[in-house]
């Protein structure tokens, strides 16, 4: 039995347009929860959520938000030589760009086909936005995923968000947003950091070696995860070595751009992680030219 009586017509609809007339006079900013709203498939759904409150340098910040059912699985953005990266396409939209998407720590998964890097729980993407001009923006945007349990499943979905001038973030959108970014790895720091990278004479391996931090929970090992520009693929990570103090892996380079042959040099990002913690750098790598 619903014990909350509604308010009658006539009542509720002058206090609703009192609260507009005060918001008026106020010139107060509508608060929006700038949701796409669920896109659902087998295991799972996702979102786009947008907090559009200016930071500091003027790019205002959202998520890809992927909700998924217990036992799925999704890719980080290189999975390896089997599985999806995550996609997005903006380019539909009007009056504002995407600048980045950032990827949360990952973790291995051996699904008893392959082992690839990728998310075991719901995982939230941190992205930046840049605003063009200081009127009404629209984002369109297309998003292609995959999700695993027994099988995979290609998910995509078309998202629509309207971001009108002056408008805040409401419903919690600034606080999952917020969140999505404090969850995001580490910077480089003097007791956790890559300390070696260098490509095998043939180039096709790639040792790293990081610098870790004094304190681990007891059993936990560190683990690697490495990508590159577009056309680069490597193998799951080996640990050579791991004293304490620093670990040592070996990585099999199974692919590499045209690119960065041409160029003889890439940057590659590498993740390490280490229980809770997590350390992401961007590292230069010479070399890939070598037959």
Known sequence: MNLHRPASPPRRAFLLSAAAAVALCLGAAPALSLDSGWAETEGGRMRLLIDPSPREDGTITGILDVALEPGWKTYWRDPGSAGIPPMLDFSRSQGITLQSMQYPPPVRVDDGYAIWAGYTAPVRFPLTFRREGSGDARIRASAFIGICEKICVPFQAEFEVDLPRGAVAGDGAEDAVRHAFDSLPEAASSDFNVEKTALARDGAELEISAS??????????????????????????????DDGGSARWTVRVERVSDAARKADSAILDVVVTLGQRAMAQSVAVEGFARE
């Open 212 to 241: 870790l931090p004094g304190f681990r929970p007891a059993g936990i090992a560190p683990e690697l995860f490495v990508a590159g520009p577009d056309g680069f693929a490597f193998a799951p990570p080996q640990l050579a070595s």
